[in-house]
């Protein structure tokens, strides 16, 4: 079993920026691909970013383009999403998900491990 758990999240102005940080425990997620994902209240759960096992490929939403960066460092089993030029329509409860495979996947279904999530909102 893998354990995720989130961090980094918070309240910033628009414009600002934030980093989150997915520390997985209970096996390595070496092999695993990673994404990250984003649920505002009233909407359905979205994609914004994902990274191959070794970080060689990375997807971001339209959204998530040119102002989020994904990345991940398997030593220390963690995986970040660097958040720039934030915007109100950024906030949301983030949620870190893995899968058992290499590949990276913009589909929720994908994952079978999910964290818990860390809120972030953005006031104008």
């Known amino acids: 079993q893998v354990q995720l758990v989130e961090s980094g999240g918070g309240l910033v102005q628009a414009g600002g920026s934030l980093r989150l940080s997915c520390v997985a425990s209970?096996?390595?997620?070496?092999?695993?691909?990673m994404g990250w994902f984003r649920q505002a209240p009233g909407k359905e759960r979205e994609f914004v970013a994902a990274?191959?096992?070794?970080?060689?490929?990375?997807y971001y939403a339209d959204s998530a383009k040119g102002r989020f960066t994904i990345s991940r460092n398997n030593a220390k089993n963690t995986m970040y999403l660097q958040m720039n030029s934030m915007k109100p329509e950024d906030t949301a409860v983030y949620s870190c998900?893995?899968?058992?495979?290499?590949?990276?996947?913009?589909?929720?279904?994908?994952?079978?491990?999910w964290g818990q999530g860390t809120q972030v909102t953005v006031s104008s």
């Open positions: 990274i191959s096992w070794d970080g060689s490929n990375t």
């Open positions: 998900a893995t899968r058992s495979t290499p590949y990276a996947s913009m589909s929720p279904a994908a994952y079978g491990y």
């Open positions: 209970g096996r390595t997620i070496s092999s695993n691909a």
